[in-house]
Structures are given as C-alpha cells and as structure tokens.
C-alpha cells in the first residue's frame, strides 16, 4: 500500500510468512529503468512481518511508481509484478475528526496512530489497558485542524489488548491496539 504525503510517499506491506529472507529492495521507475531507493531488513517470522518504507527524495505533484524485490539469505532474487503509484502532494484540511486504525497492529513495541482534526481545538489522545488504567497520553492539548500521526512506545508494558481514545469537541473514538511480545 502507498500512501502520498507532503514531500514523501509511504510504502506499507505485509508478509504472510518468510523463510530465509534477507531484505526488500525498494524500487521507483525513473523512465523506463528502475532505481533502488532503499532497503529494509528482512525479520524472517514464520508469522510474516508489517514493513514500512518512507520515501523523501520525491516531488510534490509528481507520480511515482514502486515495486518489492526480495533478497533471500543464498542470494536468489525475487521480483515481484505488482507496482503501485503514487502522487505527494500537500493534503488539505480534513472535515470531519478521524482516528485511524495503529499501524502496525499488532505491534511490538512501537506503533503510530494517524488522526485528523477538523478544526482548531482542545485534542485528547490517550492510551488505556483494559481495565480502563490510564498508560500514555500521546496527545493533550490544543492543535490546528489538520492530519497528525502520534507514535507509541509501549517498551516495559505486558503482551495485551489497550484502547486508543481520542477525544476532540464533541467527537470520541476509541481503536484497539495489540501489542505482542
């Protein structure tokens, strides 16, 4: 999945299992060639792994094409067919409040929460464990409408199910976390 920010793409995917992975090889058409734009380690779980790229060498209002190419551990390449695009630009003003599903999730132990804010006002972003205890508090005060992401640290708390809880005027939502040790 892509996903087109202000001067940067965001490259998201998922392995259902891996086995002898080395890494990915982020790759962008530049005309009719490919360029190698990064790479990220591969984690070689037999569950499969969440990876995230963020490319920041690109230009607003230009259209980027990407695809995967995986490197095993013996050297034998795997390119993948499927491409994506995707066109950065600097995002308008959302108009409504949202809360957007953690990414990753499950996570361990790092995971950012994307959230839009319609208009300027006080803004609540908290964290709770199941029984309703209060953990973090990402976010608790006044912003301008616009999109943010918050990122959670959860290091030094237990394998489980928390709550993310935004509240802003009269908008509240809550999203499940899992985090897994």
């Known amino acids: 999945m892509l996903i087109a920010g202000d001067g940067q793409v965001t490259l998201t995917w998922t392995t259902a299992s891996e086995k002898d992975n080395d890494y990915f090889e982020i790759q962008r058409q530049a005309n009719s060639d490919w360029i190698t734009v990064g790479t990220v380690q591969g984690t070689n779980e037999v569950t499969g792994s969440n990876y995230q790229y963020v490319d920041s060498d690109v230009i607003n209002g230009v259209t980027y094409t990407y695809r995967l190419i995986s490197h095993d551990i013996n050297g034998t390449v795997h390119e993948y067919e499927l491409t994506a695009q995707a066109t950065p630009g600097r995002p308008s003003v959302p108009v409504q409040y949202a809360l957007y599903q953690n990414y990753p999730n499950p996570f361990n132990p790092i995971t950012t929460i994307s959230y839009d804010v319609a208009e300027t006002g006080f803004v609540s972003l908290k964290i709770y464990d199941v029984v309703g205890r209060e953990v973090a508090i990402l976010v608790d005060g006044k912003l301008a409408a ?36």
């Open 146 to 181: 616009g999109s943010y992401a918050a990122t959670w640290n959860a290091r030094g708390l237990p394998s489980g199910i928390y709550l993310c809880r935004m509240d802003a005027g009269s908008f509240t939502k809550v999203r499940k976390l899992l985090l897994v040790k």
